[in-house]
């Protein structure tokens, strides 16, 4: 009978290089049954498919000098099998035993001055200090994946072999508590990321029918109804079946005011109820939870290599075992012809080898593309990949749907003139009532107008008659009244010349004209439009500060109030009347103009033109999985001013990614010199290798605390 394929998740410790990654991953596909094994670098976490092989791969992840942990349930918390106290590490606990015998060596070599009495120490100091070292060389030379590991423990082997004891010790220690260092920096930008994960509850409140019962989350059912305290965290997705509340949802969507929330409302795993009692009604299964797929999401993100790191990397496979043959062209070569002794000629070879590691060079930009997406995602901003991260560092111009994206997407009364003196809100009153069925969306916005002026409709309506494409008409306490267009009062014969310059001027401002009036003329007149959100304007000058060259509006409405929405908030361009695949045509025209040209939309309408754009972002895609899928970077909230910050988040990251590769090359080519020159040996290469490398990282690390770029 054949077995089953599953997939694990399986957390590794120690990874300070992306080779280590790709080591492990190759051990691993040589297991018989292992279908595919990925290592995701930025997370630790190997993903295998295979047939109940688990043992095998736990041993061979061993093999490789690294430590591997069966990650089980739903979150799969990275913090499993992690030790936090010092002394519960082996390594760094053979570190510091290292250190010490160096110490002691040091001391009686200088301060007594016998050499061979320190041999002893130096040797101890070695091969504590060198004992994970050598287990990873060793593996490296049987996989023929050369890695520092293996450059190291050719360097500490012929420091011996040349009676150079105490560098062999130096060089051994120094690389071991460089290691340490690099392992714990990584893990604690992993587990910065990994906060994600600790979000949501364990477990959630059930109401049943006996009564109130814990239990974990995974056990819970669409349709389920959970309680949630004040206080308390939301641990499921869901809507609100009773109570009021405000919610915090920053840590989903970024929002830094508390959301309103009441029956029908939509809440998110993760975010936190702040006052009254609520009863969830659960939408979500745990695994599909909006958290969830920001989970896998940023996961995925971390893992997808940027540019510039596919190129380091394909540098890097290149570059090392040149290096190598380098090396023993450089120990074997000069002397053989008669360039003096091999022993200087070995340690000159020696030293090449721990300088020339490229290890600083291929961590540095992994580590600043993970710290900037990890920033970004506390921030309610979803970059799905390094590869985005990069493009909208380098965006010259932003183009924008208008409807839903710069505008609320939903028509508002935005004035109420009335003709007739001393009508009061009368008017505003016999608006509602003829409107109070009404299932347009027009109608809508009237009503919703008049209760939030504490109008309230009247019951007195007769002889109700909607009327298609013109409007409606009733009866309201015995007199007829006309709500619509105006094409529904020359219909009936009514006067218009009281309002008509008033509706003309209307109309140039983008307006949808409402008329109200009974048999005889015009009463009111309402005007609708889709209304600008507050923050439009402050994001267009936002994005300006940021360097944003031009900001585009595209829509499908007509010329007039495409002006309008432009004006007022500082749009540059707009191009209005546009269908769906000339939105598409404006992004490519942009392209040719700008090369690089970001798009901004709902994700689901506009999915051609942000498709085609260098970088597609998508609003508000808390609650919509098509805005989540189809953009590279999305908005969790409706907060257009995060674009700015994207944009220079974006540019820092390129900044410094640059930074970190210029410095890792500056300082190998100094060293190389000094190397040649006789003036450098295997401690100072080891500190200046392992030195950068840590300083790469640090840098790389100064992203994820950037709440102001």
Request: neutral net charge.
């Amino acid at each position: 009978m054949a077995l089953s394929v599953k997939r694990d998740t399986f957390m590794v410790k120690g990874l300070d290089c992306p080779s280590c990654a790709g080591k492990v991953e190759k051990r691993v596909l040589q297991i018989e049954g292992v279908q595919e094994a990925i290592l995701n670098f930025s997370t630790s976490k190997l993903y295998v498919k295979h047939q109940e092989q688990q043992n095998e791969i736990l041993q061979a992840i061993k093999e490789t000098g690294h430590e591997g942990t069966l990650l089980e349930g739903r979150r799969q918390n990275t913090k499993k099998g992690q030790e936090t106290l010092w002394y519960q590490n082996k390594r760094t606990l053979l570190t510091f035993i290292s250190g010490i015998f160096t110490l002691v060596g040091l001391i009686l070599s200088l301060a007594v001055g016998n050499k061979d009495a320190s041999i002893p120490f130096f040797a101890l100091a070695m091969v504590t200090g060198g004992y994970h070292i050598a287990k990873s060389g060793l593996y490296a030379v049987k996989s023929l994946s050369l890695d520092m590991n293996f450059l190291m423990l050719v360097a500490a082997i012929g420091a011996a072999f040349l009676g150079e004891w105490s560098e062999g010790a130096a060089v051994v220690f120094l690389f071991s508590i460089g290691n340490t260092l690099q392992v714990y920096t990584m893990d604690k930008t992993r587990r910065a990321i990994s906060q994600l994960m600790e979000l949501a509850p364990n477990e959630a409140l059930l109401k049943t029918s006996s009564g109130e019962v814990t239990v974990p989350v995974e056990e819970l059912s669409i349709g389920d109804i959970v309680i949630i305290k004040p206080g308390e965290r939301i641990p499921i997705d869901g809507t609100v079946n009773q109570g009021y509340s405000f919610v915090n949802q920053a840590p989903i969507t970024g929002e830094s005011i508390p959301v309103e929330k009441m029956m029908g409302s939509e809440v998110f795993a993760g975010t936190i109820n702040q006052q009254g009692l609520l009863e969830i009604k659960v939408t979500k299964l745990v695994e599909d939870t909006t958290l969830s797929k920001i989970m896998n999401m940023v996961e995925e993100a971390q893992a997808e290599k940027a540019p510039s790191q596919q190129f380091v990397d394909k540098f890097a496979k290149y570059y090392t075992p040149i290096v190598v043959l380098l090396a023993v062209a450089i120990a074997f070569i000069p002397p053989l012809i008669g360039g003096g002794d091999f022993a200087p000629w070995i340690k000159k070879a020696l030293i090449l080898l721990v300088i020339s590691c490229p290890c600083a060079l291929v961590i540095s930009t992994p580590v600043s593309i993970v710290s900037a997406i990890g920033n970004a995602s506390k921030q309610g901003i979803l970059i799905k990949g390094g590869i985005h991260l990069e493009e909208a560092g380098r965006i010259k111009a932003i183009a924008f749907d208008k409807t839903g994206t710069l505008t609320l997407g939903r028509p508002s009364v935005i004035d109420v003139e009335i003709l007739r003196e001393k009508e009061g809100e009368v008017p505003l009153r016999i608006a509602a009532t003829l409107e109070k069925a009404s299932e347009h969306p027009i109608g809508r916005a009237i009503v919703k107008k008049a209760r939030y002026k504490g109008i309230v409709p009247d019951v007195s309506l007769e002889d109700f008659q909607a009327i298609i494409g013109q409007g409606v008409k009733g009866r309201v306490q015995g007199k007829n009244y006309y709500l619509g267009n105006p094409r529904l009062f020359q219909e009936n014969k009514i006067s218009l010349e009281a309002a008509q310059g008033k509706i003309e001027d209307y109309q140039k401002e983008g307006k949808t004209v409402v008329l109200l009036g009974d048999d005889t003329d015009i009463i009111c007149i309402i005007t609708v439009a889709d209304e600008i959100r507050d923050m439009s304007k402050t994001a267009i000058e936002g994005l300006k500060e940021a360097g944003i060259e031009s900001t585009i509006m595209l829509t499908g409405d007509h010329h007039t109030t495409a002006k309008t929405v432009a004006e007022a908030i500082g749009i540059q361009e707009f191009k209005s009347e546009l269908l769906p695949e000339n939105k598409l045509e404006a992004v490519k025209e942009l392209i040719q103009k700008y090369d690089k040209v970001a798009m901004v939309g709902d994700g689901i309408n506009d999915t051609p033109a942000l498709a085609t754009a260098s970088v597609g972002i998508a609003m508000g895609a808390a609650g919509t999985d098509a805005a989540l899928e189809t953009a590279d970077i999305a908005l969790m909230g409706d907060d257009l001013n995060k674009l700015a910050y994207v944009v220079m988040l974006s540019r820092k990251t390129l900044k410094i990614i640059t930074q970190n590769i210029i410095f890792s090359i500056v300082v190998k080519a100094l060293f190389l010199i000094l190397t040649f020159m006789g003036r450098a040996n295997l401690w100072m290469a080891v500190f200046a290798d392992t030195g950068a490398s840590i300083i790469v990282i640090l840098n790389g690390m100064r992203l994820l605390k950037n709440k102001s770029i």
